[in-house]
């Protein structure tokens, strides 16, 4: 056995098993023979995230009544994990992914889309090079206007579905601690012109890009362009060094307010303040 989940499974090589409690006896429920070799795996609720050594990711449902495990969809691109687990935005379920070459990939399941080849591939929607090999994930609940975490007050229960998310913590191999936390899209667009902004409007340590080292790190010769979709919260930081006449000029540039922003940066760091 490689590793076991509070769904009762456990992973063996190429072959996964579900196990029930039963009269104080494990039954086996269900199995379901897998790819290579699967060393992570991920559950929340009836869906089950597992990661392959060299084949990546794929997403797996457990029917209570069928008793049944089936493949929902997968990662057909070959790709040598670390670890995977899922990415909680209000109503929306992503999946994250970090690889040898030192990079976050989040997929979504939308079979809605052409290029999902009718949901059997998930789809590759952000990466970021975080500059170390991530070997561990775990997810905690934001921290709500209340002052409480997400999930353990009766405050938390009056949210909007939208606002319930979850801030995901991956640690490296290095000891370096990153987070990650889903913003609206409202915020996203307004950040997202700050950080394009910022690259070229501030100085960078040794002259360094901080764009071209978030980016992506392919191997070899991959047919597929980097997804720059995540923001690098410490670049973001770097408004805050700026003179008054600075913020206001650049935010004037990007059509809000140094206000706006430095209130969009306040409530991130609010809802990431777990521990």
Known sequence: MTISTPLHDHISGQKLYVWSFVNNELVGVAFIDTLIYIHSISVIKNFILYADITKSISLLTFDKECKTLSVVSRDFEPMEVYRCEFVVDGQNLCFMVSDSNCNLVIYSYQPDAVESSGGQKLIR????????????????????????????????????????????????????ISSF?????????????????????????????????????????????????????????????LSHTERRELAKQIGTTPAQILDDLMNIQKAMLIF
């Open 125 to 176: 929607k952000s990466d970021i090079c975080i500059g170390g090999h991530v070997n561990t994930f775990f997810r905690t609940g934001i921290r709500i206007q209340d002052g409480s975490i997400l999930g353990t007050t009766p405050a938390s229960a009056l949210l909007h579905p939208s606002e319930k998310r979850h801030v995901t913590w991956c640690a490296t191999l290095d000891g370096a």
């Open 181 to 241: 936390l889903p913003l609206s899209e409202k915020r996203y667009r307004r950040l997202f012109m700050l950080h394009n902004k910022l690259v070229t409007a501030v100085p960078h340590i040794a002259g360094l890009n901080p764009k071209k080292f978030r980016t992506a790190k392919m191997p070899g010769r991959w047919l597929m362009n980097p997804h720059r979709n995540i923001l690098d919260y410490q670049l973001l930081t770097n408004f805050l060094t």
